[in-house]
C-alpha cells in the first residue's frame, strides 16, 4: 500500500514539473491528449472492466459534452464553468434515458445499441445547421480560471492533469466500496447479486451514467483544449479507439486507462507519421495496426499491459483497521418454533413438464430441515422458486406470514432470506473477504459520492468486521485475504455460506453444502449449522451426503419427479420403503 | 407524393433490401454457427466490388496479396502447433496443402489473368473466389483460439478485424471510388416503372442464393453439420464435427455472399474503400429483426431497411442514416422485451 501511495505521489509530482521543464510544446499536446482520453477509458474501465458492460458509444458522450460547450459559449457567451455542469447534465440525462433502453437487453445487444446510437449522433452532428454540419464549431475561447488565461497548452496542462488524477482517485475509491463490489458482482450475470440484494439493473444504469459523465467532462475540456469541434473526434471510429485504449491498457485497472491512452496516443502519432512515408500516400494507415493489435491483445494478452505491471508490484492486503468498528444492525428473530417459511402447493412447469408438482412445506425457527430426492427430482428449482430466481406457476410462499411469491429475488433477501448456490457463484478476483461483504449488501446504505469521498469508512470498517465475524465462525477466517480464486472448491463453499450469513438472515437456505468438503470439514460444518439452529435460525438444507443430512437435521422432506414423496424425522424417512425404491429402485 | 414516386421509391428500397437481405442472412449465419457477431461483414462488400474493379482496370488487386498473406500465416501457426503437438509429417503436409493450396491457385491464376482482360462474368469469378477464400482465413486468424470466449469478447474482436480489414482496403484500393459496369445494361418498362437489367439480376441472384442455401442447410450433410454445430457446439464436437471447420466453412459462406453482394451493387453506386461497413451494419440491423437466430426475419428485416432508407433518403436525404441506425434501438428494445433476461454467461 505504502508502495502504490509513493508511486501515485511520484507520478503526481513529475506531472507537476513537466510543464515547467523545457519539454517541446509536442509533448505537452501529446501528454494533454492522453490526458483527455484517460478520463473517457476511466470511464470504460468501470463500464466494462468492472460491470461487464461494453459500449462503443463513448466518443458520443465526448460529442455532447464538447458540443454543449462550444454551443452555449459561442451563441449565448455562457461561461465555461456553467457549461461544464449542463454539459454533464445533458449527457446524464441521455445516458439515463439510453441506459434504461439498452441495459435491459441481454449480454450482446448493448455494444450492438451504442454502435447504432454512435452512428446516429455522428450523422446528426453532421448535418444540423445550428451545430455547423461537417465544419462544426469553430473559435471557442480558452478557458480561464480566476483570471488566469489557460489557453496555452502548458496552463491548460494543470487543470486537466488535476481532473483526471481526481477522478482515477474517486475511481479507485469507489471500487473499494461497497457499490464497488456490486458492480463488480454484476460482471458475470446477476442471480447471485440479486441474490444478496443488489438491485443490478440499477447497479448497471449507474455504471454507465458514470462512464458517460466521466465523457462528458472530457469533451468538455476537448472544446476549450482544441478551440473547435467538429463531428470525426465523435463518430465511431473514435469509440471504438477508446475501447482499444482500454484493453490494451487493461481493462480491469484504473491505471491501465492511462497506460492506454498513452500508449494509443502516442503510437497513433508515431505510426502517422511513418504508414504515410510508407505507403507513399497519406490516410489512416495506423488503424491497420490498431485492428491486428486488438486481435492480438485479445488472443494472448487479454488482461492488457497493466496486468504485467501489477504482477510486478506488492500484492495490497487490506489494513485490518475494523477491530474496534461498531457492529451492524441485527435483524429481530423469530420466537423459536414459529413457522418461518411455508410453501403450499407450489408448482413450477416449463412447458409441458412439471418440475416441481405442488409441493407443500414448512420450515420453523430454530430447525434445519432437509430436501432430498434422487438428482433431477426438482430440489434446486424449488429453491429457486423460493428465492425468487424463477417464478412459481401457481401456490403461494409465505415468510413469516408475508408473501413472497412473485416477489423479486433481491425482495426476498432483503425480507430474510439467504442462500448459497450449487455451483459456486463468487467473484473470483475479490479477496475472500470482500466476497462475504457483499453478502452484507443490504446491510449498508452509502452509495457512489459517498464512496468517492470515503465518508463511507465507518461503514466500511463496520461491514469487514461483520465478514470477518463470519469467516471466523464457519472456521476460515486465516483464509480471509486471499483472492477468492486461490481457495480449493470446498473452502469456497463455506465462503459462500459466510456470505449468505453475513446478510444476518431469518432462513438460510444452503445447496448441496458438503459437496467437495473433506470428512474434517463436513464435521466442521455441521457444528457450526447445530450452533446456527441453536441461536434460532432457520436452515432448509439441499444435500446428497446421506450421514450427514440424517444426523443433521430435524426432518426431511423427499422429492421426486418433482413431487413430495414423504416428510418426516430422519428415522421414519430412513425406514420408508417408498424412499429406498426411488432411490435404488424397486426389487423385481 | 404521387404514385409513380412512391413505386421508384419502393422499387429502389427493395432492391437494396435485396441486397441487404444477402448480408443479414450471412450475419445470421455466422453468429449461429460462431457466436460472433460480424461487424465486418461488410467489408467483404467492399473488397468484392473494388478486387473486381481492379481487375477491370488491368491491375492485380491487393486483395490478392493479402490471401497470399493471411494463408502464409495461417500455415506457419499450422506448422508451429503441429511440431508442438507432434503431429506426423504425412499429416501436417497434408494440413498445409489444405491451407496453401486453394489461395496459391486462386493467386497466381489472378496475377495470371489480370492483364489478359477477359469478359467481365471470368473476372467476377476471380474476383468472388479470392474474397470467398479470405473469410475462413480471417476466421482462422482472428477468432479460432477465441472461438470459447465469451460473445462480448468476440465482438470486440470484430471490431479489430473490422479497423484491420478497412485500413487494408485503403492499402489495396486508394481513397477514390469505383463504379463497376452493369451485368445486363437492358431497361424495361413496366408501368411507370424503369425495371433494369442488374436490377432484375439481384432479384435473381438473391433469390438463387436463398434457394441455395436453403437445400445446402437441408440436404447435404455438411450443411447439416452447421446447422448441428449451431444448436449445440459440444453436442456436435462430441458427433466428430470439427467447430473449427464449421466456423470456416460459415467464415467462407459469409464472405460469398459478401462478395456477391459488392458485385450486385458495385454498378449501381460507387464504392470506396470504407463503403462496405455502413451497407454491411445495415444488413445488421435487419439481422437484429431476426435477434441474429431467424433468417425469414433477417430477410423481412432487411426488405424493411431497405425501403425505409430509400423513403427517408427522398423525404430527409440528410437524415437517412440518423434515421436507419436509430431503428435498431427500438427494435432491440422489442427484441430484448421478448426474449427477457438472459445473460447467465461465463
Redesign the interface.
Same mark, same amino acid.
Given at each position: 500500500m505504502l508502495f502504490r501511495r509513493i508511486a501515485l505521489a511520484v507520478f503526481v509530482l513529475l506531472l507537476a514539473v513537466l510543464p515547467l521543464a523545457p519539454v517541446p510544446e509536442f509533448w505537452i499536446t501529446q501528454a494533454n491528449y492522453i490526458g483527455l482520453y484517460t478520463l473517457v477509458v476511466i470511464g470504460l474501465v468501470l463500464l466494462t472492466g468492472v460491470a461487464?458492460l461494453?459500449s462503443?458509444g463513448q466518443a458520443a458522450f465526448v460529442g455532447m459534452g464538447a458540443y454543449t460547450a462550444a454551443y452555449l459559449t459561442l451563441t449565448y457567451g455562457v461561461s465555461p464553468w456553467l457549461t461544464v455542469w449542463i454539459g454533464l447534465a445533458i449527457t446524464g440525462v441521455a445516458a439515463l434515458v439510453l441506459a434504461r433502453?439498452?441495459l435491459? &437487453?441481454? !449480454?450482446?445487444?448493448l455494444?450492438?445499441?451504442t $454502435?447504432?446510437?454512435g452512428?446516429?449522433l455522428f /450523422?446528426?452532428l453532421g448535418?444540423l445547421d445550428f451545430l455547423g454540419k461537417y465544419d462544426g464549431l469553430l473559435g471557442i475561447p480558452a478557458l480561464t480560471f480566476f483570471g488566469q488565461s489557460l489557453s496555452t497548452g502548458r496552463s491548460f496542462f494543470f487543470l486537466l492533469w488535476i481532473i483526471v488524477v481526481l477522478a482515477a482517485i474517486a475511481v479507485t475509491h469507489l471500487l473499494d466500496s461497497r457499490t464497488g463490489r456490486a458492480m463488480r458482482a454484476v460482471?458475470?450475470?446477476?442471480?447471485m447479486a440479486e441474490a444478496m440484494g443488489v438491485d443490478t439493473f440499477r447497479v448497471k444504469v449507474t455504471a454507465f451514467v458514470l462512464a458517460a459523465l466521466l465523457a462528458s467532462v472530457s469533451g468538455w475540456l476537448f472544446a476549450h483544449f482544441q478551440r473547435t469541434v467538429n463531428p470525426s473526434p465523435f463518430g465511431l471510429?473514435m469509440g471504438?479507439e477508446y475501447?482499444?485504449m482500454a484493453?490494451l491498457g487493461g481493462v480491469g485497472h484504473v491505471w491501465g486507462a492511462l497506460v492506454g491512452a498513452g500508449v494509443v496516443q502516442i503510437l497513433k502519432d508515431q505510426l502517422q507519421v511513418w504508414l504515410p512515408k510508407l &505507403?507513399g500516400?497519406s !490516410?489512416? /494507415?495506423?488503424? $491497420?495496426?490498431? !485492428? +491486428?493489435?486488438?486481435?492480438l491483445m485479445?488472443?494472448y494478452a487479454?488482461d492488457g499491459i497493466w496486468a504485467f505491471v501489477e504482477a510486478l508490484l506488492p500484492r495490497v492486503r487490506r489494513k485490518v483497521d475494523w477491530a474496534d468498528a461498531a457492529a451492524l444492525p441485527a435483524r429481530a428473530k423469530p420466537a423459536h418454533g414459529e413457522v418461518v417459511l411455508d410453501v403450499r402447493a407450489v408448482r413450477k412447469e416449463f412447458g409441458g413438464l412439471v418440475a416441481v408438482n405442488d409441493v407443500s412445506f414448512n420450515v420453523r425457527a430454530g430447525e434445519i430441515l432437509g430436501l432430498i430426492g434422487p438428482n433431477g427430482a426438482g430440489k434446486s428449482t424449488t429453491f429457486n422458486l423460493v428465492t425468487g430466481v424463477l417464478p412459481a406457476t401457481r401456490g403461494e410462499v409465505t415468510l413469516l406470514g408475508r408473501r413472497i411469491d412473485g416477489a423479486r429475488s433481491r425482495e426476498i433477501a432483503r425480507q430474510g432470506v439467504s442462500r448459497t448456490f450449487q455451483h459456486v457463484k463468487m467473484i473470483a478476483t475479490m479477496t475472500v473477504l470482500e466476497n462475504v461483504a457483499l453478502g452484507a449488501h443490504l446491510r449498508g446504505r452509502h452509495g457512489v459520492p459517498a464512496a468517492m469521498l470515503r465518508t463511507d469508512r465507518a461503514e466500511e470498517r463496520a461491514l469487514m468486521k461483520e465478514a470477518e465475524r463470519q469467516l471466523q465462525r464457519i472456521g476460515i477466517g486465516e483464509l480471509m485475504h486471499e483472492p477468492a480464486f486461490n481457495l480449493a472448491l470446498g473452502q469456497q463453499r463455506l465462503m459462500e455460506i459466510a456470505r449468505a450469513l453475513a446478510a444476518d438472515p431469518t432462513l438460510l437456505l444452503l445447496d448441496e453444502p458438503a459437496a467437495g468438503l473433506r470428512l474434517k470439514e463436513k464435521e466442521s460444518l455441521a457444528g457450526v449449522l447445530r450452533q446456527l439452529r441453536g441461536e434460532g435460525l432457520s436452515i432448509l438444507l439441499v444435500e446428497h451426503d446421506m450421514d450427514l443430512v440424517m444426523g443433521l437435521v430435524d426432518r426431511v422432506v423427499v422429492m421426486e419427479f418433482g413431487t413430495k414423496l414423504i416428510e418426516g424425522t430422519p428415522e421414519e424417512v430412513q425406514a420408508s420403503p417408498a424412499v429406498r425404491a426411488a432411490y435404488l429402485g424397486t426389487e423385481h | 407524393m404521387d404514385l409513380s414516386t412512391a413505386g421508384i421509391l419502393l422499387l429502389d428500397g427493395v432492391t437494396n433490401g435485396a441486397v441487404y437481405g444477402l448480408l443479414a442472412l450471412a450475419t445470421v449465419l455466422v453468429f449461429a454457427v460462431t457466436r460472433v @457477431?460480424f461487424?465486418p461483414q461488410g467489408e467483404f462488400v467492399a473488397y468484392g466490388a473494388l478486387t473486381l474493379a481492379l481487375l477491370q482496370l488491368g491491375k492485380v488487386p491487393g486483395t490478392v496479396w493479402l490471401l497470399v498473406a493471411l494463408a502464409a500465416i495461417a500455415a506457419l501457426l499450422d506448422l508451429v502447433d503441429a511440431i508442438r503437438r507432434g503431429l506426423p509429417a504425412a499429416q501436417l503436409l497434408r494440413g498445409l496443402l489444405r491451407t496453401l493450396l486453394l489461395p496459391a491457385v486462386v493467386a497466381a491464376a489472378t496475377v495470371w489473368a489480370a492483364p489478359q482482360k477477359f469478359p467481365l462474368l471470368v473476372q467476377s469469378a476471380l474476383a468472388l473466389a479470392i474474397v470467398t477464400l479470405l473469410g475462413p482465413l480471417v476466421y482462422r486468424?482472428?477468432y479460432q483460439?477465441?472461438a470459447d470466449?465469451? =460473445?462480448?469478447?468476440l465482438? $470486440?474482436?470484430s =471490431? !479489430? =478485424?473490422?479497423?484491420?480489414?478497412?485500413?487494408?482496403g485503403? +492499402?489495396f484500393f486508394?481513397?477514390e471510388g469505383f463504379r463497376n459496369p452493369p451485368f445486363w445494361d437492358a431497361r424495361f418498362a413496366a408501368g411507370p416503372l424503369m425495371l433494369s437489367g442488374q436490377t432484375l439480376i439481384i432479384f435473381a441472384a438473391a433469390l438463387a442464393l436463398i434457394v441455395g442455401l436453403y437445400l445446402f442447410f437441408e440436404r447435404t450433410l455438411r450443411g447439416k453439420a452447421l446447422r448441428a454445430t449451431a444448436v449445440n457446439r459440444l453436442g456436435a464436437r462430441l458427433m466428430g464435427i470439427s467447430t473449427s471447420s464449421a466456423g470456416q466453412l460459415s467464415f467462407g459462406l459469409a464472405a460469398f455472399m459478401g462478395a456477391l453482394s459488392g458485385l450486385l451493387i458495385g454498378p449501381t453506386t460507387t464504392i470506396f474503400y470504407d463503403s462496405g461497413f455502413l451497407i454491411g451494419?445495415k444488413g445488421?440491423?435487419a439481422a $437484429?429483426f431476426g435477434g441474429l437466430a431467424s433468417y425469414p426475419a433477417a430477410a423481412l428485416g432487411a426488405l424493411l431497411v431497405g425501403v425505409l432508407e430509400s423513403f427517408s433518403s427522398f423525404y430527409a436525404s440528410?437524415?437517412k442514416?440518423?434515421i436507419v441506425?436509430?431503428l435498431? @434501438?427500438p427494435v432491440?428494445?422489442w427484441?430484448?422485451?421478448q426474449?427477457g433476461?438472459?445473460?447467465?454467461?461465463?
Amino acid at each position: 500500500m505504502l508502495f502504490r501511495r509513493i508511486a501515485l505521489a511520484v507520478f503526481v509530482l513529475l506531472l507537476a514539473v513537466l510543464p515547467l521543464a523545457p519539454v517541446p510544446e509536442f509533448w505537452i499536446t501529446q501528454a494533454n491528449y492522453i490526458g483527455l482520453y484517460t478520463l473517457v477509458v476511466i470511464g470504460l474501465v468501470l463500464l466494462t472492466g468492472v460491470a461487464g458492460l461494453t459500449s462503443f458509444g463513448q466518443a458520443a458522450f465526448v460529442g455532447m459534452g464538447a458540443y454543449t460547450a462550444a454551443y452555449l459559449t459561442l451563441t449565448y457567451g455562457v461561461s465555461p464553468w456553467l457549461t461544464v455542469w449542463i454539459g454533464l447534465a445533458i449527457t446524464g440525462v441521455a445516458a439515463l434515458v439510453l441506459a434504461r433502453i439498452t441495459l435491459r &437487453m441481454s !449480454g450482446h445487444y448493448l455494444p450492438l445499441a451504442t $454502435i447504432a446510437w454512435g452512428l446516429s449522433l455522428f /450523422y446528426l452532428l453532421g448535418n444540423l445547421d445550428f451545430l455547423g454540419k461537417y465544419d462544426g464549431l469553430l473559435g471557442i475561447p480558452a478557458l480561464t480560471f480566476f483570471g488566469q488565461s489557460l489557453s496555452t497548452g502548458r496552463s491548460f496542462f494543470f487543470l486537466l492533469w488535476i481532473i483526471v488524477v481526481l477522478a482515477a482517485i474517486a475511481v479507485t475509491h469507489l471500487l473499494d466500496s461497497r457499490t464497488g463490489r456490486a458492480m463488480r458482482a454484476v460482471k458475470g450475470g446477476t442471480t447471485m447479486a440479486e441474490a444478496m440484494g443488489v438491485d443490478t439493473f440499477r447497479v448497471k444504469v449507474t455504471a454507465f451514467v458514470l462512464a458517460a459523465l466521466l465523457a462528458s467532462v472530457s469533451g468538455w475540456l476537448f472544446a476549450h483544449f482544441q478551440r473547435t469541434v467538429n463531428p470525426s473526434p465523435f463518430g465511431l471510429n473514435m469509440g471504438i479507439e477508446y475501447l482499444f485504449m482500454a484493453v490494451l491498457g487493461g481493462v480491469g485497472h484504473v491505471w491501465g486507462a492511462l497506460v492506454g491512452a498513452g500508449v494509443v496516443q502516442i503510437l497513433k502519432d508515431q505510426l502517422q507519421v511513418w504508414l504515410p512515408k510508407l &505507403m507513399g500516400t497519406s !490516410g489512416n /494507415y495506423e488503424i $491497420i495496426v490498431f !485492428g +491486428v493489435l486488438l486481435v492480438l491483445m485479445l488472443q494472448y494478452a487479454r488482461d492488457g499491459i497493466w496486468a504485467f505491471v501489477e504482477a510486478l508490484l506488492p500484492r495490497v492486503r487490506r489494513k485490518v483497521d475494523w477491530a474496534d468498528a461498531a457492529a451492524l444492525p441485527a435483524r429481530a428473530k423469530p420466537a423459536h418454533g414459529e413457522v418461518v417459511l411455508d410453501v403450499r402447493a407450489v408448482r413450477k412447469e416449463f412447458g409441458g413438464l412439471v418440475a416441481v408438482n405442488d409441493v407443500s412445506f414448512n420450515v420453523r425457527a430454530g430447525e434445519i430441515l432437509g430436501l432430498i430426492g434422487p438428482n433431477g427430482a426438482g430440489k434446486s428449482t424449488t429453491f429457486n422458486l423460493v428465492t425468487g430466481v424463477l417464478p412459481a406457476t401457481r401456490g403461494e410462499v409465505t415468510l413469516l406470514g408475508r408473501r413472497i411469491d412473485g416477489a423479486r429475488s433481491r425482495e426476498i433477501a432483503r425480507q430474510g432470506v439467504s442462500r448459497t448456490f450449487q455451483h459456486v457463484k463468487m467473484i473470483a478476483t475479490m479477496t475472500v473477504l470482500e466476497n462475504v461483504a457483499l453478502g452484507a449488501h443490504l446491510r449498508g446504505r452509502h452509495g457512489v459520492p459517498a464512496a468517492m469521498l470515503r465518508t463511507d469508512r465507518a461503514e466500511e470498517r463496520a461491514l469487514m468486521k461483520e465478514a470477518e465475524r463470519q469467516l471466523q465462525r464457519i472456521g476460515i477466517g486465516e483464509l480471509m485475504h486471499e483472492p477468492a480464486f486461490n481457495l480449493a472448491l470446498g473452502q469456497q463453499r463455506l465462503m459462500e455460506i459466510a456470505r449468505a450469513l453475513a446478510a444476518d438472515p431469518t432462513l438460510l437456505l444452503l445447496d448441496e453444502p458438503a459437496a467437495g468438503l473433506r470428512l474434517k470439514e463436513k464435521e466442521s460444518l455441521a457444528g457450526v449449522l447445530r450452533q446456527l439452529r441453536g441461536e434460532g435460525l432457520s436452515i432448509l438444507l439441499v444435500e446428497h451426503d446421506m450421514d450427514l443430512v440424517m444426523g443433521l437435521v430435524d426432518r426431511v422432506v423427499v422429492m421426486e419427479f418433482g413431487t413430495k414423496l414423504i416428510e418426516g424425522t430422519p428415522e421414519e424417512v430412513q425406514a420408508s420403503p417408498a424412499v429406498r425404491a426411488a432411490y435404488l429402485g424397486t426389487e423385481h | 407524393m404521387d404514385l409513380s414516386t412512391a413505386g421508384i421509391l419502393l422499387l429502389d428500397g427493395v432492391t437494396n433490401g435485396a441486397v441487404y437481405g444477402l448480408l443479414a442472412l450471412a450475419t445470421v449465419l455466422v453468429f449461429a454457427v460462431t457466436r460472433v @457477431i460480424f461487424l465486418p461483414q461488410g467489408e467483404f462488400v467492399a473488397y468484392g466490388a473494388l478486387t473486381l474493379a481492379l481487375l477491370q482496370l488491368g491491375k492485380v488487386p491487393g486483395t490478392v496479396w493479402l490471401l497470399v498473406a493471411l494463408a502464409a500465416i495461417a500455415a506457419l501457426l499450422d506448422l508451429v502447433d503441429a511440431i508442438r503437438r507432434g503431429l506426423p509429417a504425412a499429416q501436417l503436409l497434408r494440413g498445409l496443402l489444405r491451407t496453401l493450396l486453394l489461395p496459391a491457385v486462386v493467386a497466381a491464376a489472378t496475377v495470371w489473368a489480370a492483364p489478359q482482360k477477359f469478359p467481365l462474368l471470368v473476372q467476377s469469378a476471380l474476383a468472388l473466389a479470392i474474397v470467398t477464400l479470405l473469410g475462413p482465413l480471417v476466421y482462422r486468424l482472428a477468432y479460432q483460439r477465441l472461438a470459447d470466449a465469451s =460473445v462480448l469478447v468476440l465482438l $470486440i474482436v470484430s =471490431v !479489430g =478485424v473490422h479497423f484491420a480489414l478497412t485500413g487494408l482496403g485503403l +492499402v489495396f484500393f486508394g481513397a477514390e471510388g469505383f463504379r463497376n459496369p452493369p451485368f445486363w445494361d437492358a431497361r424495361f418498362a413496366a408501368g411507370p416503372l424503369m425495371l433494369s437489367g442488374q436490377t432484375l439480376i439481384i432479384f435473381a441472384a438473391a433469390l438463387a442464393l436463398i434457394v441455395g442455401l436453403y437445400l445446402f442447410f437441408e440436404r447435404t450433410l455438411r450443411g447439416k453439420a452447421l446447422r448441428a454445430t449451431a444448436v449445440n457446439r459440444l453436442g456436435a464436437r462430441l458427433m466428430g464435427i470439427s467447430t473449427s471447420s464449421a466456423g470456416q466453412l460459415s467464415f467462407g459462406l459469409a464472405a460469398f455472399m459478401g462478395a456477391l453482394s459488392g458485385l450486385l451493387i458495385g454498378p449501381t453506386t460507387t464504392i470506396f474503400y470504407d463503403s462496405g461497413f455502413l451497407i454491411g451494419l445495415k444488413g445488421f440491423v435487419a439481422a $437484429i429483426f431476426g435477434g441474429l437466430a431467424s433468417y425469414p426475419a433477417a430477410a423481412l428485416g432487411a426488405l424493411l431497411v431497405g425501403v425505409l432508407e430509400s423513403f427517408s433518403s427522398f423525404y430527409a436525404s440528410a437524415f437517412k442514416e440518423v434515421i436507419v441506425f436509430t431503428l435498431i @434501438i427500438p427494435v432491440l428494445l422489442w427484441r430484448s422485451f421478448q426474449h427477457g433476461h438472459d445473460d447467465e454467461e461465463e
